[in-house]
């Protein structure tokens, strides 16, 4: 049963199994009946292009992002997930969200409650992996994703609470999210950049715990950076009375039939001495020593509690562990999580928290969501920004007709942004085909769904080409109602929420505060009653 879960897409999970004597055609049948079924445990992962990832790459010492550099010796080990920010290994089911649980279940929960010092047992901020998949796949149903098309969703909408959105691992059908509540609840909590730091596969020879190799990868560990990484290989697991599963080899084993044949994990420690005999010679190498901690989305029954070691070895491509003792396997080997690659790549994130003022509500009809994109832009002349957000090269091929609302994050001063600026949004169709774009209509509402400018419709259809509109905006401070004017409403909205009858969105608290002490309250409604009647 173990040899099952193992070989198959578990990538990086297969890190640790419980096969105490592999043969090589049992570990091969045992890859192709649990990547045919996945009716036990499901895989997901589509690779991101590496290109991308060197563009994301993290030089040590980098603090634009302050990110945390540390001393220059390493402790022997390390272990992320007894920290009070990670969240309790669980399972996907039988659905292909491992990158969604990797990145946003483990990764994004850690960070976020990290960054605000909220422990998970009192906090209850768990990110919902449905959330960040629905985006990435859209009406795709259960289709595998990239962890660089979820690192874009958080970017783009953020990321909600497993309570907001909960996750059903037995729910083969995915839908764009279309409640507005959420998208304004998710955009207070997204992510700020990822990085990747990597290991060369061909060049590099790590031959004990100590091998600089190791080093970039353990320093991120250290610094406190959950890391995830993705495989495309199946894994020989043996079970060590000392430390439990270990991932002692991984072999190339490439599905060609099925395209979510990857498996995307989390990496969360390291510890050198950890150690298995492989070769069987009754002597531990240096070689033998030392693993990474791996988190998996398999469950808690799942090899050491859904959790599994990976041999620094296994990052070889070839072995630095004398002997034969890899004759018996039939495939070739590879290092763990290269997915076919030069390096192995192992990416880590920054998040932040947001204060969403304006967000853009767009309803439309498209006959393909991946050959859709949606940017914002505004400017006042002078500058200008975009924020590009769904579809966002996610979304699935299939058709969409709904409506989609995504912050305008690029707006960090509001002071100039809500007076004679121009707001917009342009669509883009990147086929000439029958899949067109129609039945459009726009508005610019705040976080709690009132709106601030009606676009209204558009007869439009974009095909092959791109549709753009703006509108200026004219608020000024005390125009709670957006009526582009003073009014004793304004003052009226003012004091009913602070008698608590009404609730203020963020751009309106921003707008009520009058005299600009920080405070919303009935000093601002007499003010702006008075400059009313003045």
Same mark, same amino acid.
């Given at each position: 049963?173990?040899?099952?879960?193992?070989?198959?897409?578990?990538?990086?999970?297969?890190?640790?199994? /419980?096969?105490?004597?592999?043969?090589?055609?049992?570990?091969?049948?045992?890859?192709?009946?649990?990547?045919?079924?996945?009716?036990?445990?499901?895989?997901?992962?589509?690779?991101?292009?590496?290109?991308?990832l060197i563009e994301h790459a993290y030089t040590e010492g980098d603090?634009?992002?302050?990110?945390?550099?540390?001393?220059a010796s390493l402790p022997s080990s390390v272990d992320l997930s007894t920290s009070p920010y990670f969240p309790p290994i669980t399972s996907q089911g039988n659905r292909g969200t491992c990158a969604a649980f990797a990145t946003t279940y483990y990764q994004f929960t850690y960070e976020y409650n990290r960054l605000n010092r909220t422990p998970v047992s009192t906090?209850?901020?768990?990110?919902?992996?449905?959330?960040?998949?629905?985006?990435?796949?859209?009406?795709?149903? +259960?289709?595998? /994703?990239?962890?660089?098309?979820?690192?874009?969703?958080?970017?783009?909408?953020?990321? +909600?609470?497993?309570?907001?959105?909960?996750?059903?691992?037995?729910?083969?059908?995915?839908?764009?999210?279309?409640?507005?509540?959420?998208?304004?609840?998710?955009?207070?909590?997204?992510?700020?950049?990822?990085?990747?730091?990597?290991?060369?596969?061909?060049?590099?020879?790590?031959?004990?715990?100590s091998s600089t190799e190791l080093e970039t990868v353990k320093r991120r560990l250290i610094s406190g950076n959950v890391l995830e990484a993705d495989t495309d290989t199946k894994f020989e697991i043996k079970n060590s009375s000392s430390y439990g599963s270990i991932v002692t080899r991984v072999g190339v084993k490439y599905n060609e039939e099925y395209d979510r044949s990857l498996?995307?994990?989390?990496?969360?420690?390291? +510890?050198?001495?950890?150690?298995?005999?492989?070769?069987?010679?009754?002597?531990i190498s240096p070689s033998e020593k030392g693993a990474f901690k791996v988190a998996n989305s398999w469950g808690s029954n799942w090899e050491n509690s859904g959790y599994v070691w990976v041999l620094y070895d296994t990052l070889n491509k070839n072995s630095q562990i004398s002997g034969n003792w890899q004759s018996s396997f039939t495939s070739a080997r590879a290092a763990a999580f290269t997915c076919g690659k030069?390096?192995?790549?192992?990416?880590?994130?920054?998040?932040?928290?947001?204060?969403?003022?304006?967000?853009?509500?767009?309803?439309?009809?498209?006959?393909?969501?991946?050959?859709?994109?949606?940017?914002?832009?505004?400017?006042?002349?002078?500058?200008?920004s975009t924020t590009n957000t769904a579809f966002y090269n996610v979304g699935g091929y299939s058709p969409f007709s709904g409506t989609i609302a995504f912050p305008y994050y690029s707006v960090t001063d509001i002071s100039g942004a809500i007076c004679g600026c121009d707001w917009g949004f342009t669509v883009k169709d990147s086929t000439n085909d029958s899949k067109v774009v129609s039945g459009m209509s726009y508005s610019l509402v705040d976080n709690l769904g009132n709106t601030i400018i009606d676009f209204g419709s558009y007869n439009n259809t974009v095909n092959n080409t791109a549709f753009?509109?703006?509108?200026?905006?004219?608020?000024?401070?005390?125009?709670?109602?957006?009526?582009?004017?003073?009014?004793?409403?304004?003052?009226?909205?003012?004091?009913?929420?602070?008698?608590?009858?009404?609730?203020?969105? +963020?751009?309106?608290?921003?707008?009520?505060?009058?005299?600009?002490?920080?405070?919303?309250?009935?000093?601002?409604?007499?003010?702006?009653l008075d400059a009313v009647v003045s």
């Open positions: 049963m173990k040899k099952n879960l193992l070989s198959m897409c578990i990538a990086v999970s297969l890190l640790a199994g /419980t096969i105490l004597t592999p043969a090589g055609a049992d570990v091969d049948k045992a890859y192709e009946t649990a990547t045919a079924s996945c009716t036990e445990h499901c895989y997901g992962v589509l690779p991101t292009d590496e290109q991308t603090t634009v992002y302050g990110i945390q550099t540390v001393a906090s209850g901020f768990i990110a919902s992996p449905q959330w960040t998949y629905s985006h990435a796949v859209g009406d795709d149903g +259960n289709g595998g /994703t990239s962890a660089s098309a979820i690192y874009n969703t958080l970017k783009a909408t953020g990321a +909600n609470s497993l309570d907001d959105v909960p996750y059903n691992g037995q729910d083969m059908t995915s839908r764009w999210p279309q409640d507005f509540a959420l998208s304004a609840k998710a955009a207070e909590k997204r992510l700020k950049e990822w990085y990747t730091v990597n290991i060369p596969a061909s060049t590099s020879v790590i031959t004990s715990p498996h995307a994990m989390a990496i969360v420690g390291y +510890n050198d001495n950890v150690c298995f005999d492989v070769n069987g010679d009754g002597v030069s390096k192995s790549y192992y990416k880590f994130i920054t998040v932040m928290n947001d204060t969403p003022y304006v967000f853009g509500k767009m309803t439309l009809s498209t006959g393909s969501m991946s050959q859709t994109g949606i940017s914002t832009e505004f400017g006042n002349g002078i500058s200008s753009t509109d703006k509108k200026t905006m004219n608020l000024i401070v005390g125009d709670v109602d957006y009526s582009t004017g003073l009014s004793s409403d304004d003052a009226l909205m003012v004091l009913q929420s602070v008698n608590g009858v009404t609730e203020l969105s +963020n751009l309106q608290k921003y707008l009520g505060d009058f005299n600009n002490d920080g405070v919303v309250n009935s000093e601002d409604a007499q003010l702006i």
